[in-house]
């Protein structure tokens, strides 16, 4: 039980040198010249932190189902209007 | 148990009552957003030169150290609902004060790039990026205050005594805002500052 909670105490501050140390990581490849993989380097990295904080922070590692159908829905939302205002207006 | 009128009071009922409610909340809060985001996709396609000059104007070095301002702010918030859920008020008070103030050294870099611009002649009005950089910054800016004031609201809770191990809600469900205020900005900053 100790060595339980010892451990959960543990993981916030794990999190947070992992964003930390991906923000580091992001800014100094955003120096160097890779033409388009800038950008899709920069949103792994973005939605590599993102998960970190959604699954740890907000803990929805221990969610459930329910919470996750909530989380992800609006993801989806979002994905089918990004595809398709871009369908749109790439083939105009 | 067998009793309705018990079960619609079971705390643990109510609790993941108010997570769904907050999770609903943020859904929509992810298509305010999303709005943005996709006019920001749609006119980087169609400008990217346009956007890749304009970006070099933003200080990356200013960006990043919001970044880590708001990433601390969250670990706080993270600290303050585990503390509260021990039953440790002060603590928990002294964490989500910190989130309060950080979040106010957020905004005050905030001010301090919009001045800058403002001085270089830099407006919303100046060409496309910078309309998007000014409503989607302007948009989370407002979120930002918004989470002070509610982060504030809590911790008035917890002075007053009405926060304890076992109940903590309004503590849990702010902390679930703020973390999604900081997650939007993890999606701003390369957007905006790193790769224009």
Do not use: Q
Request: charge should be positive.
């Amino acid at each position: 039980m100790a060595h339980g909670t010892a451990t959960s105490r543990w993981i916030p501050l794990a999190v947070f040198a992992a964003l930390l140390l991906l923000t580091v990581v992001t800014v100094l490849v955003s120096f160097v010249d890779l033409g388009l993989w800038n950008v899709v380097v920069a949103l792994l990295i973005a939605s590599a932190k993102a998960s970190l904080v959604a699954l740890f922070f907000m803990h929805l590692k221990g969610e459930s189902p329910l919470v996750w159908g909530f989380a992800l829905v609006p993801i989806v939302f979002l994905a089918l209007i990004l595809i398709g205002t871009l369908t749109d207006t790439m083939l105009r | 148990m067998s009793d309705p009128s018990t079960e619609d009071h079971d705390p643990t009922v109510a609790f993941e009552a108010a997570k769904l409610g907050v999770w609903t909340f943020l859904a929509t809060e992810v298509l305010l957003f999303g709005a943005l985001f996709t006019a920001y996709t749609v006119f980087r396609m169609k400008y990217p030169e346009m956007f890749r000059v304009e970006h070099a104007k933003l200080d990356r070095v200013l960006g990043a150290v919001n970044t880590v301002v708001l990433i601390t702010s969250s670990l706080m918030v993270v600290l303050g609902v585990d503390a509260i859920r021990r039953g440790k008020a002060r603590l928990f008070e002294a964490c989500f004060g910190a989130t309060i103030l950080l979040a106010g050294v957020f905004l005050c870099v905030k001010y301090a790039e919009y001045t800058a611009k403002f001085h270089h002649g830099l407006y919303p009005r100046t060409n496309l990026f910078f309309s998007l950089y000014f409503m989607m910054t302007g948009l989370h800016g407002i979120h930002v205050l918004l989470g002070m004031g509610l982060l504030s609201y809590v911790v008035v809770l917890s002075r007053r005594g009405r926060l304890s191990a076992r109940y903590y809600t309004p503590a849990e469900m702010s902390g679930l805002y703020w973390h999604f205020v900081d997650l939007v900005w993890i999606y701003l900053f390369p957007l905006l500052y790193l790769i224009g």
